[in-house]
């Protein structure tokens, strides 16, 4: 699990095809890897990976990517020299800042606009219409692994998010241009409070019988 608290911004070194994906290695100098190891699960770009090899010399570190990871996300447009957003599993007893981001990307959305407004900027994002149940204005999705506020959002899949210096300075946000295919993951509660409605409106209890002579008679009672 992770938080949408992106750690820090790392440089793709290499991408390497392989049989039914690719092989992902990182340059994240700013994320300490004493206590890290093999196994251990990574946010790139908001997808949950698996460190396959890291050194904490180096900083560097590798991850295999699925076939069906490589086609829903953007890790497929990734080559030298990008820049990634780097997020490690929430630790028991870490700071909550955020809010749950599973890692489990959902869809790639579009910029459709970007508009500058004072020291804010908002983009405006568009994923397809049947995710647009799960987005809420003032709830929260994590667009490229970063948890973000949904500031308005209408039926056909659209929604603004208003991002501040700090977070353009701490992301890749500000290199986004109009056009660019960012992963988005909406939020899982708005997803398991759908999945208990329906749950709800399929249960369909049964009617009680009532308690008469033949029933007593069919059971053995008289």
Not at 18 to 24: K, R, W
Not at 112 to 132: A, H, Q, W
Request: hydrophobic content about 35%.
């Amino acid at each position: 699990m992770f938080t949408g608290i992106i750690e820090a911004v790392g440089n793709v070194i290499s991408v390497s095809p392989l049989t039914n994906g690719l092989q992902l290695s990182i340059s994240a100098q700013n994320i300490d890897f004493q206590n890290a190891k093999i196994g251990d699960s990574i946010a790139v770009n908001g997808v949950c990976l698996t460190a396959t090899r890291l050194s904490s010399s180096t900083h560097i570190f590798s991850a295999d990517v699925s076939h069906e990871t490589v086609a829903l996300t953007n890790l497929k447009n990734l080559k030298s020299g990008s820049k990634v957003h780097l997020e490690r599993a929430l630790a028991v007893g870490g700071r909550f800042d955020g809010h749950i981001v599973t890692g489990h990307v959902d869809t790639t959305g579009i910029i459709e606009k970007i508009v500058s407004r004072g020291s804010t900027t908002d983009y405006f994002v568009k994923v397809p219409e049947s995710l647009n149940r799960y987005i809420a204005k003032k709830g929260s999705v994590a667009v490229d692994g970063v948890s973000l506020t949904v500031n308005d959002c209408d039926e056909h899949g659209m929604f603004r998010l208003t991002i501040i210096p700090h977070t353009i300075a701490a992301t890749c946000i500000g290199s986004w241009q109009v056009g660019y295919e960012p992963n988005v993951e909406v939020d899982i509660l708005a997803r398991y409070t759908e999945r208990m409605s329906q749950c709800s409106q399929n249960s369909v209890q049964k009617p009680a019988e009532s308690l008469t002579r033949e029933t007593l008679q069919e059971n053995g009672f008289i």
